[in-house]
T-cell receptor, first 111, second 117 residues
């Protein structure tokens, strides 16, 4: 089963623009993570935000978390063609140790 | 260490046959996870181990699926009597809790793509 949904399902932008993806989930969580997946490959961890944090930055990435709304957003600033990939949010539900993934956003960045 | 390794990378099998996949986690990681991913979807949790103990299994894991991690190192996932609906990418991941035992990031292998014909 999957925890929640991501919005939009697909996003196309030009290089240099910002990309924002949203994730909603259903249950209380310990933390929320974002992963990236290039076509047909494994997933790569991008950033983790704990349930008591509201915002986190890593390079060109900014993640926010609103536990009252059970939602998170991932912002990629100054996007590059190499950012083209699928992006997934994944939650660690409270009192478990497993990752539950969302449905993903397919990002296409045009040069 | 080169990360999480999965073997084989691709497997084509006839319906009704049994298949087994192997995952070698990062050596010091005590947690190991199996996921299944179909085209256009996010990975679906199947099961996970802490050392050799299988701690949780998804309801998705029918009795045709079995996973083992006999010595707390590598793991195998076996599918018996494969069906066309089993066609998917099977992903393995490992992690190691940081101080305090809290879950942190998972490192994924490249996956095994199964095609059942």
């Amino acid at each position: 089963s999957q925890q929640g949904e991501e919005d939009p399902q697909a996003l196309s932008i030009q290089e240099g623009e910002n990309a924002t993806m949203n994730c909603s989930y259903k249950t209380s969580i310990n933390n929320l993570q974002w992963y990236r997946q290039n076509s047909g490959r494994g997933l790569v961890h991008l950033i983790l935000i704990r349930s008591n944090e509201r915002e986190k930055h890593s390079g060109r990435l900014r993640v926010t978390l609103d536990t009252s709304k059970k939602s998170s957003s991932l912002l990629i600033t100054a996007s590059r063609a190499a950012d083209t990939a699928s992006y997934f949010c994944a939650t660690v539900p409270y009192n478990t140790d497993k990752l539950i993934f969302g449905t993903g956003t397919r990002l296409q960045v045009f040069p | 260490d080169t990360g999480v390794s999965q073997d084989p990378r691709h497997k084509i099998t006839k319906r009704g046959q049994n298949v087994t996949f192997r995952c070698d986690p990062i050596s010091e990681h005590n947690r190991l996870y199996w996921y299944r991913q179909t085209l256009g979807q996010g990975p679906e949790f199947l099961t996970y181990f802490q050392n050799e103990a299988q701690l949780e299994k998804s309801r998705l894991l029918s009795d045709r699926f079995s996973a083992e991690r006999p010595k707390g190192s590598f793991s195998t996932l076996e599918i018996q009597r494969t069906e066309q609906g089993d066609s998917a990418m099977y992903l393995c991941a490992s992690s190691s809790p940081k101080t305090g035992g809290r879950y942190t990031e998972a490192f994924f292998g490249q996956g095994t793509r199964l095609t059942v014909v």
